[in-house]
């Protein structure tokens, strides 16, 4: 006969009954904690929870402080466990955000499909994404603790309430993991990456789901290099992103655009060799090292590098080994590798390995903003239909000054000395 989970917990609750139980509260931390120079030597988690890089935060475009990070979560049991929530709290216990409900639902994928659920079925795996702000960097913890709360579809059973020391009417079982340090608010400051103006800070930071969930298993890791890409898509004067035929490239205004150095640098990688793809769609059978397609890498120096993607076919003019000033023209925009449409994308990782290395934010030392499309959908409807992009103004209009251009943001890059 199979052991069933229910049956498992009975045995493992008989044979360790002379242990001091620590859970005498669906919140096994706040019990034990409250005892001065007390911690539970042992916390029974059934969802292992882990934090793949603990966040630094960046100032956006909005003026607030954006933190986003992942926190993995695996189901350890033969039970299915429900997510009910997810608190994030400072290192004093207090809580900086909280996900319940539809947001939860929505921010938590399952690794092995994408499918969106806070359900975790046996040895399952998922992420939950997280992005949420601080208005003043006053606020900023030094670091963030996690407490999940969580549940059985159809009641926590009987053996595993009694296993667990808790009341036979519990509903959720409580616990938090410990507190990780978070990064400096201080990102990296560079220039643009591209000349004029009007140009869409597509599928950017901080909850645009193309880059900030395109996690891929990397050289044994799970990697999130694209954690602040953008992808630079230009607008005309009456916010059209092309006109005249949507399978040529030359339609596109963001195509034949120079993309300049960010910052004084060295290249470490120029690759030119692919053709343009035919916009529309995603071309098919892309392997790994065509994704990026003609581009582009930077080392800034102090760990980061920056990788400019996507680029025009015979126009590379760096080569790698070759020392670049800021705003020096280094290629032109095109569409080669993984891409539908002409645009830059352009992203800062903590690697030279532009899909093997962790996201980093970044901000541009200056630019101009007014306007934004309202949402991603907005966005695609204008690339697709060749409709002018609906726009909506932004929070903090004008000039920004050393911060992250947020997602949608219609921008204009002045070049040092304009």
């Known amino acids: 006969m199979r052991n069933s989970p229910l049956i498992l917990f009975i045995a493992v609750s008989i044979i360790i009954h002379s242990i001091p139980s620590v859970f005498g509260s669906s919140n096994v931390y706040a019990q034990d904690t409250e005892k001065p120079g007390a911690k539970p ?22 003026g607030s402080y954006h933190l986003v ?30 996900l319940t409900g539809d947001e939860l639902n929505n ?21 939950i994404f997280i992005h949420f702000s601080i208005e003043d960097e006053s606020g900023i913890p030094e670091d963030i603790g996690h407490r999940i709360a969580i549940t059985v579809p159809g009641g926590i059973p ?35 990456p591209l000349e004029g103006k009007g140009w869409v800070a597509a599928d950017g930071c901080c909850d645009a789901k193309r880059h900030i969930r395109a996690m891929m298993p990397i050289n044994d890791k799970l990697r999130v290099a694209q954690r602040f890409a953008i992808d630079w898509e ?59 397609g003609n ?5 800034l120096g102090g760990g980061k590098y920056a990788l400019y993607a996507h680029l025009k076919p015979g126009s590379v003019k760096v080569k790698a080994g070759d020392t670049v000033k800021r705003g020096q023209v280094m290629g032109i925009v095109g569409n080669t590798g993984n891409t539908s449409a ?23 030392d200056e630019f101009e903003s007014k306007e ?27 000039i920004h000054k050393n911060e992250l251009p947020l997602d949608q943001s219609v921008v204009v890059f002045h070049q040092a000395g304009e």
């Open 41 to 62: 030597d042992s916390i029974f988690t059934p969802v292992l929870i882990s934090v793949l890089n603990a966040p630094d935060p960046v100032k956006g475009s909005d």
């Open 69 to 98: 990070y992942e926190l993995k979560v695996t189901n350890a049991t033969g039970l299915t466990w429900e997510v009910d929530s997810v608190d994030i709290t400072d290192g004093a216990g207090g809580t900086l955000y909280s």
């Open 107 to 127: 921010r938590t994928e399952l690794i092995k499909d994408k499918s969106k659920t806070k359900a975790l079925p046996p040895g399952e795996t998922g992420v």
């Open 158 to 192: 009987a053996g595993f309430l009694k296993f667990a020391s808790l009341p036979e009417s519990e509903k959720t079982y409580t616990y938090a993991i410990d507190a990780v340090k978070i990064g400096s608010p201080d990102a990296i400051v560079i220039g643009p």
């Open 234 to 292: 230009m607008i005309n004067g009456e916010r059209k992103i092309f006109v005249g035929d949507p399978k040529d490239v030359e339609s596109y205004f963001a195509y034949g655009q120079n993309a300049v150095a960010a910052a004084d640098a060295k290249v470490i990688t120029a690759v030119d060799k692919y053709k343009d793809q035919i916009p529309g769609e995603l071309p098919p059978g892309m392997t790994l090292e065509e994704a990026d």
């Open 295 to 299: 581009h582009i890498v930077l080392d």
């Open 342 to 364: 002409p645009h830059l994308h352009f992203h800062v990782m903590d690697g030279p390995s532009t899909l093997g290395s962790n996201g980093l934010p970044y901000v541009i």
């Open 372 to 398: 934004k499309a309202p949402s991603t959908e907005a966005f695609d409807r204008a690339e697709i239909e060749g409709i002018p992009l609906e726009v909506v103004p932004v929070e903090n209009p004008g």
